[in-house]
């Protein structure tokens, strides 16, 4: 059993930056893959990004490619989405998953947070 537990969130102007943590406690962090999905208000919960268990290996939305940065400190049960050059558009809450297995763009993660609001003012 893996607890999820996202922070960082907050109201932001366009352009500016923010980084999500995910504190993980449980099970052994290292093993699992970690994605971040997020879900505007009336819109399906849509993948961000992914790290496979080491860290070394990445994939990203078009939509944030080039402006977001997932990353992870096993040693510190902790990963990472580094947000910068926000826009309006990515307003919505960030949850992030934890999987056995190979990392995957699809929401079928074993374990999930709670979620953070990001909001980006224009």
């Known amino acids: 059993q893996v607890q999820l537990v996202e922070s960082g969130g907050g109201l932001v102007q366009a352009g500016d930056s923010l980084r999500l943590s995910c504190a993980a406690s449980?099970?052994?962090?290292?093993?699992?893959?970690v994605g971040w999905f997020r879900q505007a208000p009336g819109k399906e919960r849509e993948f961000v990004a992914t790290?496979?268990?080491?860290?070394?290996?990445?994939l990203y939305a078009d939509s944030v490619k080039g402006r977001f940065t997932i990353s992870r400190d096993n040693a510190g049960n902790t990963a990472y989405l580094l947000m910068n050059s926000l826009k309006p558009e990515d307003t919505a809450v960030y949850y992030c998953?934890?999987?056995?297995?190979?990392?995957?763009?699809?929401?079928?993660?074993?374990?999930w947070g709670q979620g953070t609001q990001v909001t980006v003012s224009s």
């Open positions: 998953a934890a999987k056995t297995g190979g990392y995957t763009i699809y929401p079928t993660y074993d374990y």
């Open positions: 449980g099970r052994t962090f290292g093993s699992y893959a």
């Open positions: 790290v496979n268990w080491s860290g070394d290996t990445t």
